[in-house]
């Protein structure tokens, strides 16, 4: 007996939540979590209830039975395979949620598209987020469920301070590191802490060059020289 919220990316990634308590309002949740692994300038509450799907999993006291309500946005009515399978719903046919003109509208939602880039690429991100009552802080805890994607997206972020010919050749030297190290799909955003230092402290970043490894979890981070192929492997970017 559940409640589950799943929010869908333009591109086929994919973040939901498992409810059993039937009483958490996910959205926010989903939309924050997805800032972070994909480095969003902000959270995309733009793609709610767009790209979104719902479904309720409960026993009707009258009855006894077990019952299922599940429906999804038109934009998303073509993951009702993956729907299934995360949800555990076998064969169930969603129903289509009424389409909203004016809060749905598809050039509305494409003018978000250079702001939030990422959102239109596909990693091969399937991620569920669960809350953790147990904990004194109410930001939900993530745990990543391997649905057994085809790749694995990495997100890493490098940190320098201002750009320089010593930036350029730190970069030029990762790039190559990571072309022929990594095997799987990345995203590489390069931060200037003299114009970004609220990112830096976001990160806990306190010195140049940094190299985080934001996704997957756990959070990695290396500092100082990333010339030496074994110091940069460490962070373990390759087998993760």
Known sequence: ????????????????????DKKG???????????????????????????????DHWLDPRTQQVRTF??????????????????GTGDLVWHSSPWQ?????????????SSF????????????????????????IAAIQKA??????FV???????????????LQNLHELLERSLKHPYTLKVVDVLTNPELA?????SATPTLVKVWPHPIRRMVGNLDHVEKILQIDISTN
Not at 201 to 205: G, P
Request: charged share 20%; net charge negative.
């Open 1 to 20: 007996m559940f409640k589950g919220i799943a929010l869908f990316t333009p591109g086929g990634d994919l973040i939901y939540c498992i409810d059993p």
């Open 25 to 55: 309002r996910w959205h926010l949740h989903l939309c924050a979590f997805l800032q972070e692994i994909l480095d969003l300038p902000e959270p995309p509450h733009f793609l709610v209830p767009c790209y979104t799907a719902t479904i």
């Open 70 to 87: 599940a429906e999804a946005y038109p934009l998303v009515m073509r993951h009702q395979a993956v729907l299934n399978a995360v949800f």
């Open 101 to 113: 003109e004016g809060l749905c509208d598809r050039m509305v939602l494409s003018s978000y598209r």
């Open 117 to 140: 880039g990422q959102l239109w690429e596909n990693h091969d991100l399937i991620v569920r987020l669960e809350f953790c009552e147990a904990q004194a802080s109410p930001e939900p």
């Open 148 to 153: 057994e994607p085809k790749t694995q997206g």
């Open 156 to 170: 890493l972020r490098l940190f320098v301070a201002g750009h320089s010919a010593k930036t350029e050749r730190i």
């Open 201 to 205: 402290e976001l990160d806990q970043v």
